[in-house]
């Protein structure tokens, strides 16, 4: 027997991305906080959840976007900002394995993901493979 939420429930849809986005299930999450934005389209809190789960997705273009609204319809929320200065610091440590390395697949990226924290207590992390730099903490 599943759990069965309202559709037109905000805190219970983006509860579930959440939960959707700790197992992985970044496409699911995105539905998820896609469907919550239709009912509350200037929700910053919404927008900068979307912008973590496309950046795990590896959609930084769409991502940045998605954290810049959030800024827009908030400039103070703590977490578009936190989120924001996570994807800066990652293309730092990026930027500075190309330049050591040269071009190539040197550096991994995810977001650090723990069962049961929220996407608001989570930071982006990279890792050089050739230096072992590594950006962003838990």
């Given at each position: 027997?599943?759990?069965?939420?309202?559709?037109?429930?905000?805190?219970?849809?983006?509860?579930?991305?959440?939960?959707?986005?700790?197992?992985?299930?970044?496409?699911?999450?995105?539905?998820?906080?896609?469907?919550?934005?239709?009912?509350?389209?200037?929700?910053?809190?919404?927008?900068?959840?979307?912008?973590?789960?496309?950046?795990?997705?590896?959609?930084?273009?769409?991502?940045?976007?998605?954290?810049?609204?959030?800024?827009?319809k908030?400039?103070?929320?703590?977490?578009?900002?936190?989120?924001?200065?996570?994807?800066?610091?990652?293309?730092?440590v990026?930027?500075?394995?190309?330049?050591?390395?040269?071009?190539?697949?040197?550096?991994?990226?995810?977001?650090?993901?723990?069962?049961?924290?929220s996407?608001?207590?989570?930071?982006?992390?990279?890792?050089?493979?050739?230096?072992?730099?590594t950006?962003?903490?838990?």
């Amino acid at each position: 027997a599943g759990i069965t939420i309202s559709p037109t429930s905000v805190p219970a849809l983006r509860a579930l991305a959440r939960a959707l986005e700790v197992d992985g299930k970044y496409g699911d999450a995105l539905q998820r906080l896609d469907q919550a934005l239709d009912l509350r389209p200037y929700s910053a809190p919404l927008l900068s959840d979307r912008g973590m789960v496309l950046h795990s997705m590896g959609q930084d273009k769409e991502a940045k976007k998605a954290l810049a609204d959030a800024r827009k319809k908030d400039p103070g929320y703590p977490e578009s900002l936190l989120y924001q200065g996570g994807m800066a610091r990652a293309e730092i440590v990026t930027a500075r394995c190309r330049l050591a390395s040269g071009p190539g697949p040197n550096v991994t990226r995810s977001s650090t993901t723990s069962r049961g924290a929220s996407p608001a207590s989570e930071m982006v992390r990279s890792k050089c493979a050739p230096c072992g730099t590594t950006s962003g903490a838990s």
